[in-house]
């Protein structure tokens, strides 16, 4: 992955390289942001442009530490992210600290990429402030997270802290290929809700359900082949819906419907809970709050997002 698709980004990046090149980039990195904006993609390529050999302005790819990256057996790259459970429990940060307390395999950088640091669970980020407190030589810890305030603070304190900025709708609808009828679609989506159509290009899988989401919202057909959607792809698109009725709900019924969608992500995170009836149900519900006209035809751009 490349921060190719996150044009916005490439300001930060070049703060980034700079205090690398100078040696002053601190060990310990918070990056946050919302969902789409490219927190990962981001971390990813700061961690191997770290590891890298060369002194180019974007990993070579071509030295050992690329080659190995590229396949996704880099020894001295570290990725912890939640678990089935959702959190980063104890035992991975331990492990962690098992595997730094050790020689880099190549004899020189190490990097840890913390996904979604916000789910370590609290013995877990307790253990790891020893770590971002006297982190080994050679070795970058990068955070992600979607808000600050969600974390510790002390793990904050201990972090220099990088807030993504938020892209325009110029900038998504450059990376859409408008041509087809998906793109139509999210072009529509770009006007209000730039970030839900990073995620959805991030997750391309997730196209198919927006797709039938926003067909069954226009018209109130075909509930059943969203629900199949919605229940193969499981409680991940929960969130994705919710992002996207935020933005696209009318404004008379949309704190009801968001209401009815916090309800469902949140029931469907219970474990033997009945995703197919709690979906089911969820459609029943929403029906009634559905605009009927909810794309205005010239523009294809919601009137009431204005
Ligand atoms: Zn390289």
Redesign the pocket.
């Known amino acids: 992955m490349s921060l190719e698709r996150y044009p916005w980004l490439a300001p930060l990046w070049q703060q980034l390289l700079g205090q690398l090149r100078q040696g002053r980039l601190p060990q310990g990195l918070l990056l946050t942001g919302p969902t789409g904006v490219g927190k990962v993609a981001l971390a990813r390529q700061l961690a191997q442009r770290w590891l ?3 002194d180019d302005e974007l ?5 050992q ?2 080659q190995l990256w590229a396949a996704g057996t880099h020894p001295d790259f570290r990725l912890l992210k939640p678990e089935d459970n959702g959190r980063i429990g104890i035992d991975e940060v331990r492990s962690l600290q098992q595997q730094l307390a050790t020689t880099a395999y190549l004899g020189g950088r190490r990097v840890v990429v913390i996904e979604n640091a916000a789910q370590m669970t609290d013995n877990a980020a307790n253990a790891l402030l020893k770590t971002l407190e006297e982190p080994p030589s050679g070795t970058l810890l990068l955070l992600t997270a979607a808000r600050r305030e969600s974390l510790l603070a002390t793990i904050i304190s201990r972090c220099q802290h990088w807030p993504l900025p938020h892209p325009d709708s110029g900038a998504v609808l450059a990376l859409i290929d408008a041509t087809t009828a998906e793109g139509v679609e999210l072009s529509a989506l770009c006007a209000h809700a730039p970030l839900m159509v990073l995620a959805l290009l991030a997750q391309p899988q997730w196209l198919p359900v927006a797709t039938a989401f926003l067909q069954w919202r226009r018209d109130g057909r075909h509930s059943g082949a969203l629900a199949e959607l919605l229940i193969k792809q499981g409680p991940a698109v929960a969130a994705m819906l919710w992002q996207l009725a935020a933005a696209e709900w009318p404004l008379a019924t949309r704190g009801a419907a968001l209401e009815l969608l916090a309800r469902t992500a949140a029931a469907l995170q219970l474990p033997g809970r009945n995703l197919s009836l709690a979906i089911h149900q969820l459609l029943a519900d929403l029906a009634p709050l559905r605009q009927r006209s909810a794309t205005h035809p010239a523009t294809g751009v919601s009137p009431w997002v204005r």
């Open positions: 890298c050999k060369g990993p070579c790819g071509r030295c530490s690329c």
